[in-house]
């Protein structure tokens, strides 16, 4: 049974950073492309980050460029979004997504694997 699992989200300042989390588990992940979607209160889910299987390729969002960066460690299937400089537009629910190919999309109908989220809250 594929699972995503997040975690590492929280309640923080404007200025203030944190590391999200995503475990894969029950698939051949290493692979496959994963992201990080978020959806803010009353709006649609939104593309924040995504990192291609090998790991050399990254793209992100233009509201997030410079200040969130997406990494991946193949060994323990995971990866990881460290956001700094967060602001209170960042606040959302943040959910990992994985796709069984290794090119990036931004588009969230190609990721075949969603997990359930996690919440970031940053206060002004």
């Known amino acids: 049974q594929v699972q995503l699992v997040e975690s590492g989200g929280g309640m923080v300042q404007a200025g203030d950073s944190l590391r999200l989390s995503c475990v894969a588990s029950?698939?051949?992940?290493?692979?496959?492309?994963k992201g990080w979607f978020r959806q803010a209160p009353g709006k649609e889910r939104v593309f924040v980050a995504a990192?291609?299987?090998?790991?050399?390729?990254?793209y992100y969002a233009d509201s997030v460029k410079g200040r969130f960066t997406i990494s991946r460690d193949n060994v323990k299937n995971t990866v990881y979004l460290q956001m700094n400089s967060l602001k209170p537009e960042d606040t959302a629910v943040y959910y990992c997504?994985?796709?069984?190919?290794?090119?990036?999309?931004?588009?969230?109908?190609?990721?075949?694997?969603w997990g359930q989220g996690t919440q970031v809250t940053v206060s002004s």
């Open positions: 990192i291609s299987g090998s790991g050399g390729s990254t």
């Open positions: 029950g698939g051949p992940f290493n692979g496959y492309a």
């Open positions: 997504v994985a796709r069984t190919r290794a090119v990036i999309t931004t588009m969230p109908g190609s990721y075949e694997y």
